[in-house]
């Protein structure tokens, strides 16, 4: 079983930039496809960004792409996601997820197997 802790998100002015953590914890870490989602009030979540066990293959949903980046350290047993250029549309609760099986595109909400708690952001304009 692998438990997942996000930290980092905070309030934030319309194009600022923060880094979202999530640490896991189990030593199969770098076996999982992990994600992070979103979830904005009164909408459904949503997929964000995804990275591959390796970490040499990324996905990112078309609203974030080319601002947010995912990265993971599998030592450290850590994914990240650094959101830069940020707007109001992108506050949301943000989670990060984990998928054992690792099936593409990794965008499906029902395909990961653990998730963390979530992390507050909120941008201001």
């Known amino acids: 079983q692998v438990q997942l802790v996000e930290s980092g998100g905070g309030l934030v002015q319309a194009g600022g930039s923060l880094r979202l953590s999530c640490a896991a914890s189990g030593r199969t870490f770098s076996s999982y496809v992990m994600g992070w989602f979103r979830q904005a009030p009164a909408k459904e979540r949503e997929f964000v960004a995804a990275?591959?066990?390796?970490?040499?293959?990324?996905k990112y949903a078309d609203s974030v792409k080319g601002r947010f980046t995912i990265s993971r350290d599998n030592a450290k047993n850590t994914v990240y996601l650094q959101m830069n250029s940020l707007d109001v549309e992108d506050t949301a609760v943000y989670y990060c997820?984990?998928?054992?099986?690792?099936?593409?595109?990794?965008?499906?909400?029902?395909?990961?197997?653990?998730w963390g708690q979530g992390t507050q952001v909120t941008v201001s304009s």
């Open positions: 990275v591959t066990v390796s970490g040499t293959f990324t």
């Open positions: 997820a984990a998928d054992y099986r690792g099936r593409y595109p990794y965008t499906k909400i029902s395909e990961y197997d653990y």
